[in-house]
């Protein structure tokens, strides 16, 4: 898939992550690697700002392309405009920092030192996998506030228990990490030890986050689990 193809597949899901009710004012983020499909125009491009430290060195991934979500940006805006609310990075031949090279100096998500880690993660131990995606899945956030469903066994128990269709698509199932602190570091350590056995994770009461071979991949994954969600909260006396 051409670098272009991936960010207006990026928008896509956006789009429909607005439209699903996920995504409110600037909730969610998306990072996808485009290293592989980068042309030489991207490669030549200069950095439009300062590098920016990752506070970590991320070997897997030194000298990497990203796009990712800037921050403070909407979903609904980045599927219309997705270079104008989002950026093309590159991780410098260190691992340590990164620069933005398209198209706009935006600063990146937040989250991205975690998202970087997760990427670096697959990088080393799975690299089919390109995309990661978080986001706020109304019935997903709403089963964990479930207490007796708060571990990983039982809440992929019942997910698996709605239909069919989700174990098929969701062997691994979730991770499901008890509530820390978005954006800190007990948040990222825990998802990532997660990723070893699981393409998805719960956070709970806040949302999830999925990693696939691409964007629609792992929203795939999302739209799946948040389904099964979904009828387990149809049932009456729940
Ligand atoms: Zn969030």
Redesign the pocket.
């Known amino acids: 898939m051409l670098f272009t193809d991936t960010i207006n597949q990026c928008a896509e899901v956006a789009g429909m992550l607005w439209q699903r009710g996920w995504a409110e004012r600037n ?2 983020n998306l990072v996808v690697n485009i290293t592989a499909d980068v042309d030489d125009n991207i490669r030549r491009l200069p950095p439009l700002a300062a590098p920016v430290s990752i506070g970590a060195t991320l070997e897997a991934i030194a000298g990497q392309y990203f796009y990712c979500k800037a921050t403070s940006c909407r979903m609904r805006d980045l599927a219309r405009k997705p270079m104008d609310n989002g950026v093309i990075i590159r991780i410098a031949p260190t691992g340590d920092a990164y620069e933005i090279i398209a198209c706009k100096p935006l600063q990146p998500t937040s989250e991205l030192p975690s998202h970087l880690a997760i990427h670096n993660y697959l990088a080393a131990n799975r690299p089919e996998m390109k995309a990661s995606l ?1 986001t ?1 899945p109304t019935e997903l956030v709403a089963l964990s506030h479930v207490e007796e469903l708060c571990s990983t066994e039982r809440m992929n128990e019942t997910l698996w228990a709605m239909i069919p269709e989700t174990r098929l698509f969701c062997p691994k199932g979730l991770g499901f990490l008890p509530y820390a602190e ?1 954006g800190s570091q007990t948040l990222a350590d825990g998802t990532l030890e997660q990723l070893h056995d699981h393409d998805a994770v719960m956070w709970e009461k ?2 999830i986050i999925a990693v696939g071979t691409d964007m629609m991949d792992a929203f795939d994954t999302i739209d799946i689990l948040n389904k099964a969600a979904q009828i387990r909260c149809a049932i009456p006396h729940f």
Do not use: D, I, N
Request: neutral net charge; without cysteine; charged residues 0%.
């Open positions: 909730g969610g978080h706020h978005p806040h949302g």
